[in-house]
Structures are given as structure tokens and as C-alpha cells.
Nanobody
């Protein structure tokens, strides 16, 4: 069983920054892909960013330059640094991990419980 525990969400003013963390635990060793998705009220869940165990990253085009994903393989932990936050970034942010490349391409993955990010003055 894999568990993902997110932290770092909260309320921030427009233009501010937040850093989300997600630690994976269980019978795992360096998951192939770890990433972040978000879901705003009334909208579908969407990809924010993903990073592989080899360090390759993929971002939503609209977020490039403001958000940075990173990971510590030894800790099975992924981070999301969010800068220049906008009200439209308000959403529940979910951590996601696919343990192997096969799982990744077959969309077999685990989800965290989500952490709320609210950008408001």
C-alpha cells in the first residue's frame, strides 16, 4: 500500500509564494513519476507538473516559469514551488505517483488527499 501525505497549502496573497511537499510511504522504492494536479471548484482536475526519477519534468504550459517541481529520491518526496501566485491558482492540489514506467503510461497511480491553496487578498 502506498500513502501520499501532502503539506504546505494555505492562504496567500496574490503575488505571493507557497511550497507544497508530498511524501510517499509504503513498500516503494524511488517511484518512476511523482507529480501534482489541481482541481478548482467546478472544473476538472488538471496536470500541474510531473517529474520522473531521472529528473525529467513536464509542466502545464500555462504554469511554466511560475511553478517549479523537484524531488528528493532518497526521501520519496516531491515538492512544488509556486511563485507569483494568482487568484486563478486557487484549487485543491493533489499529489500523484506512478511507481513504474508501465504504471505511468497505463495511468495506474496513487493519489494524496489533497491540500487547499487559496490565493486571495
Amino acid at each position: 500500500q502506498v500513502q501520499l501525505v501532502e503539506s504546505g497549502g494555505g492562504l496567500v496573497q496574490p503575488g505571493g509564494s507557497l511550497r507544497l511537499s508530498c511524501a510517499a510511504s509504503g513498500s516503494i522504492f524511488s517511484p518512476y513519476a511523482m507529480g501534482w494536479y489541481r482541481q478548482a471548484p467546478g472544473k476538472q482536475r488538471e496536470l500541474v507538473a510531473v517529474i520522473t526519477s531521472g529528473g525529467r519534468t513536464n509542466y502545464a504550459d500555462s504554469l511554466k516559469g511560475r511553478f517549479t517541481i523537484s524531488r528528493e529520491n532518497a526521501k520519496n518526496t516531491v515538492y512544488l514551488q509556486m511563485n507569483s501566485l494568482k487568484p486563478e491558482d486557487t484549487a485543491v492540489y493533489y499529489c500523484n505517483t506512478a511507481l513504474t514506467y508501465s504504471d505511468y503510461i497505463r495511468l495506474r497511480s496513487y493519489w494524496g488527499q489533497g491540500t487547499q491553496v487559496t490565493v486571495s487578498s
